[in-house]
Nanobody
Framework: QVHLVESGGGLVQAGGSLRLSCAAS????????MGWFRQAPGKEREFVGI???????GYADSVKARFTISRDNAKNTVYLQMNSLKPEDTAVYYC??????????????????WGQGTQVTVSS
């Protein structure tokens, strides 16, 4: 059982930056691919990006060139650096872990474990 805890959310003005962290416990962190998702009010949860256990990285088009995912296996932590934030980035951000993304990296069902989420609010 893997336990994930996100942190680093908050209120920021448009154009600003935030760095989210997701600390994992209870499993072999290096064996998991780690995804980031977000859910805005009234919308479905959507894929933001992923860093595989191989360190391959993928992003949603909406965040590409603005967001950067990294991981530190020694600290069992994955990060989401968010720059040039826009009001439309406002959402609850979740990290998720999976040992296999055979169902597709953007699919919620591909991920075995989820954090509780952290709120990011971008004001205009």
């Amino acid at each position: 059982q893997v336990h994930l805890v996100e942190s680093g959310g908050g209120l920021v003005q448009a154009g600003g930056s935030l760095r989210l962290s997701c600390a994992a416990s209870g499993g072999t962190f290096s064996s998991y691919s780690m995804g980031w998702f977000r859910q805005a009010p009234g919308k479905e949860r959507e894929f933001v990006g992923i860093i595989a256990r191989s360190y391959n990285i993928g992003y949603a088009d909406s965040v590409k060139a603005r967001f950067t995912i990294s991981r530190d296996n020694a600290k069992n932590t994955v990060y989401l650096q968010m720059n040039s934030l826009k009001p439309e980035d406002t959402a609850v951000y979740y990290c998720a872990a999976t040992r296999s993304v055979g169902g597709g990296i953007t699919k919620l069902d591909s991920y075995e474990y989820w954090g509780q989420g952290t709120q990011v609010t971008v004001s205009s």
